[in-house]
């Protein structure tokens, strides 16, 4: 045995061994590592022979060389000889398997590809479940609104008082200043005017009274619309007008329905009214300042004595006693 054939068991050796500890393919790169293995052992057999032929040309002409040739030999193609020794003694089959522990890096690598693919789908699917996040937030606004909806609207009218003048007050000036309360922030108004507001919700209006009865309505509203009201009747009696007068005729009646004739002087043109419990009637002052109107009782019941009213649009009146007589 030369030292060649030494080298190459030495080599085919050390492949066993390495084959021995080697793990498995993985199943999923077997077919690509027999392709592999099948263009190696070709590339093996043909290094081997060109190997073979210069170590024995190199054996035949120079002994003393023998050492250095081999060493270069078994330097560059120190893979080559262990392949031609194994192959000799057995089947191809088996070392075409044995061979792949030489070209396992190549497979290795080749794996690689899929596992940096596979975690790109991942993100994937972790993009698709932030939709899902940003939905679950938006309701919570439409849960704060229903309680805005649901306050309930504002039905409460402003109170409202009128403080000055008093009911039934009498002036001899025709303008005065109206004072009053209301509710703070609302808005008062007597007609077409409007009243001066203050502070905690008092106000003031200033306004020129005609001659006579004037009936005052003063309203107050506030800002969801409510309104309220009050009123007062005030007189204004001019100092060059007539002198007021009222008399009642009879005072008692047997007639059915029993009546009253009522008559004086006053202001010409001016309103007179009568007024009672069980009757009413109203007439105006002539031109000669004279008046007359005659006023029914028909509900009033016999035997009872009651009170007649009469006044003019000045506020000025006279009250007189009436008792129906008609029989039971």
């Not at 210069?54 to 330097?75: E, K, M, N, W, Y």
């Not at 006053?266 to 000669?288: N, W």
Request: charged share 20%.
């Amino acid at each position: 045995m030369n030292a060649v054939d030494a080298r190459a068991r030495r080599a085919a050796s050390a492949i066993h061994e390495s084959l021995a500890t080697a793990a498995p393919p993985a199943p999923f790169a077997t077919v690509v590592r027999r392709a592999a293995i099948a263009k190696v052992v070709n590339l093996a057999i043909v290094g081997t022979g060109i190997a073979m032929f210069i170590a024995a040309g190199a054996a035949f002409r120079t002994p003393q060389p023998l050492v250095p040739v081999a060493d270069t030999a078994t330097s560059t193609t120190t893979e080559a000889p262990p392949l031609t020794t194994t192959l000799a003694p057995r089947d191809d089959r088996p070392e075409v398997v044995a061979l792949p522990t030489t070209t396992e890096p190549v497979p290795t690598t080749e794996p690689a590809p899929p596992t940096t693919s596979a975690p790109t789908t991942p993100p994937t699917t972790t993009t698709t479940e932030a939709p899902p996040t940003t939905t679950t937030t938006e309701p919570p606004p439409t849960t704060t609104k229903p309680p805005d909806i649901t306050k309930p609207p504002d039905t409460t009218p402003p109170a409202i008082a009128i403080v000055f003048p008093e009911n039934r007050m009498r002036f001899a000036r025709p303008a005065i200043t109206i004072r009053g309360t209301t509710e703070p922030g609302a808005t008062v108004t007597l007609g077409k005017h409007e009243a001066d507001m203050g502070d905690e919700g008092l106000w003031r209006l200033r306004l020129e009274l005609r001659p006579g009865r004037n009936r005052l309505v003063v309203t107050a509203a506030d800002a969801a619309g409510n309104t309220a009201q009050d009123v007062v009747v005030v007189f204004y009696e001019p100092p060059d007008i007539a002198p007021f007068s009222a008399h009642a005729t009879f005072g008692s009646c047997e007639l059915d329905p029993p009546y009253d004739v009522y008559y004086g002087r006053g202001e010409p043109g001016s309103a007179i009214s009568v007024i009672s419990k069980y009757g009413s009637g109203s007439t105006r002052v002539g031109l000669d300042g004279g008046w007359e109107v005659k006023v029914f009782f028909p509900e009033a019941p016999s035997g009872d004595v009651f009170w007649v009213r009469v006044a003019d649009e000045y506020g000025r009146s006279k009250t007189f006693e009436f008792v129906s007589n008609v029989p039971k």
